[in-house]
């Protein structure tokens, strides 16, 4: 067997070997075998990290370049990133088992982000006040926080991180990321990216490790202004409570069991291909996975059965072949998961109408596969209807009317997203008013844009990423108050 490559860690704008000397193992997904070396990062290392950001955001050329400045640095960035999208999109495949076409269009895509961020760095204004005091000029000023700790998941590593790090440096931070332990290839490489574009060294750092050794230190270090996470709810409920030691500024993108409406005026073969496109792709791996199908009840059987027979047809297989539709679940940990899933939907008497179990298909190999599954006769309390699967597994769950649409879809603890299927104006105009979601498609699903603000409502996180708001996220405001009069008066009162 081929030696398996050996990959550095980031630190201080040169490559890092782990204080500890550790390496744990990569997996690819499609094979089940290892393929890299990942550094086994720990205190000292986050330590190291966190300094190297502390000193390029005290002193030397970053504070010292202008918001104009930092904004080139990031359209050359992203620039790179286009130019480097097919390797990139490579080593996440590698990583997570994604399909290829998935990642080379989200890697293609990324570098808008850079390039808004980059446009925007510059037009941060801030104000002078209309103040209504005497003999006073009062301004304020849009200032950077300081050192930013981001903590990425393994679904979309490299997208996600785009949308939290352009922002950030954008705003002038400087920043520690820490991606998943299963999938630190594309951060690390990415990195290289950051030296050539021109970053001064120690802006943006990596640390490898395990979240609950690397991913702990980093979110409690004293020198970290602020936390942007990504992932789980229960992971990213414990940044938050270690975060709140500290005080620290924090932003949660979390999990999600999004419903996918359809109403029976629908365009039936669109709503099939919305529902599809909610579940079966990215092998349900994501946030916004449109995991509850609420059917109304006229054409709920029409419904399944077209959907039923779209699904069969998806090609399952090696996730590098541009052809496969649902590629293989990205970690171990989370096919047993998807795989326990299964046996809750059986106990809670949810009726199997596709899939069901693993994939044992030839086309599939050795690799993590699950059936794309479907279940009826779901009710909306039940395990399967309420817990984040992350799987391509499917709860459908009838409905009458309006009233029992809206009040299904908002009887969950999450919030993330929605999706509303009707050709009615004026449901598409008046169901989103009432879903409790951060994001809400009508007649489209899993769209997102460096434009448009996500985030999630209730227990689907806290604060939005991207569009022109997320800016000011990664700022704070100073104001500075200038006295021109001549007599300073009575001391002992508030002016
Ligand atoms: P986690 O939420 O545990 O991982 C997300 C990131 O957080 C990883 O980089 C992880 O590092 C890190 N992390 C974990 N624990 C801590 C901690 N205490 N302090 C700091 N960082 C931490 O996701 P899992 O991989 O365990 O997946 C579990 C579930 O989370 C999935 O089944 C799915 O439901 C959900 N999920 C949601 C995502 C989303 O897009 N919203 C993305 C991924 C998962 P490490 O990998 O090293 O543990």
Redesign the pocket.
């Known amino acids: 067997m081929a030696a398996l490559e050996k990959l550095s860690m980031h630190i201080d704008g040169d490559a890092a070997a782990p204080a500890s000397g550790d390496y744990f193992e990569s997996f690819n997904p499609y094979t089940g075998k290892p393929w890299a070396l990942v550094p086994r990062g720990g205190a000292a290392d986050v330590d190291r990290a966190v300094a190297a950001a502390k000193r390029a955001f005290e002193g030397g050329d970053w504070p010292a370049l202008n918001a104009t400045g930092r904004g080139h640095l990031l359209r050359r960035l992203g620039d790179l990133v286009a130019e480097n999208a097919d390797r990139l999109a490579e080593i996440e495949v590698r990583d997570n088992g994604k399909l290829i076409a998935e990642m080379g269009l989200q890697l293609r895509y990324a570098p808008q982000w850079y390039h808004y961020f980059g446009g925007l760095a510059d037009k941060v204004e801030g104000a002078v006040l209309p103040i209504d005091k005497a003999d006073t000029f009062t301004y304020t000023l849009n200032e950077p926080l300081g050192v930013c700790a981001m903590?990425?998941?393994?679904?979309s590593p490299l997208l996600?991180l785009a949308w939290k790090l352009a922002p950030a440096l954008a705003a002038g931070n400087t920043v520690v990321v820490?991606?998943?332990?299963?999938t630190s290839a594309s951060a690390l490489a990415f990195a290289d990216l950051v030296a050539e574009a021109g970053f001064p060294k120690g802006v943006v750092n990596v640390v490898t490790?395990?979240?609950?050794e690397a991913?702990?230190k980093?979110?409690a270090h004293p020198d970290v202004a602020r936390i942007a996470?990504?992932?789980?709810t229960?992971?990213?409920t414990?940044?938050y409570q270690?975060a709140a030691a500290g005080l620290k500024k924090v932003s949660l993108?979390?999990?999600g069991k999004s419903p996918n409406i359809v109403f029976a005026d629908c365009h039936m073969e669109n709503a099939v291909k919305g529902a599809i496109s909610g579940i079966f792709a990215a092998t349900g791996q994501?946030?916004i996975a449109g995991s509850r199908l609420l059917v109304q009840e006229s054409i709920h059987n029409e419904f399944v059965d077209r959907l039923v027979a779209f699904a069969k047809t998806a090609k399952m297989g090696d996730p590098m072949s541009p052809d496969t539709q649902v590629g293989p679940v990205t970690?171990q940990?989370?096919y047993e998961?998807i795989l326990g899933y299964l046996d809750v939907a059986r106990a809670d008497g949810a009726e199997c109408v596709l899939g069901g179990a693993k994939a044992e298909r030839p086309e599939c190999g050795d690799g993590w596969f699950v059936e794309p599954t479907v279940y009826t006769g779901v009710d909306n309390k039940m395990r399967i209807a309420q817990e984040?699967v992350?799987g391509p597994v499917l709860s459908v769950i009838p409905f009458r009317d309006d009233d029992e649409a809206v009040a299904i879809a908002n009887d969950i603890v999450y919030g993330l997203a929605a999706g509303v299927w009707t050709t009615d104006i004026s449901r598409a105009i008046e169901i989103p008013k009432r879903i409790r979601a951060g994001t809400v498609w009508v007649n489209t699903y899993r769209a997102v844009s460096y434009v448009a603000p996500f985030g999630g409502y209730k227990r689907s996180g806290l604060g939005r990423e991207s569009g022109q708001q997320a800016i000011r996220d990664w700022m704070q405001t100073k104001t500075v108050w200038i006295s021109t009069a001549t007599e300073t008066p009575n001391p002992f009162v508030m002016r």
């Open positions: 903590i990425i998941p393994w679904n996600l820490k991606p998943s332990e299963f490790g395990f979240g609950a991913g702990e980093l979110v996470f990504t992932g789980g229960a992971s990213g414990r940044v270690n993108e979390l999990g994501t946030c970690t940990p989370q998961k984040e992350f």
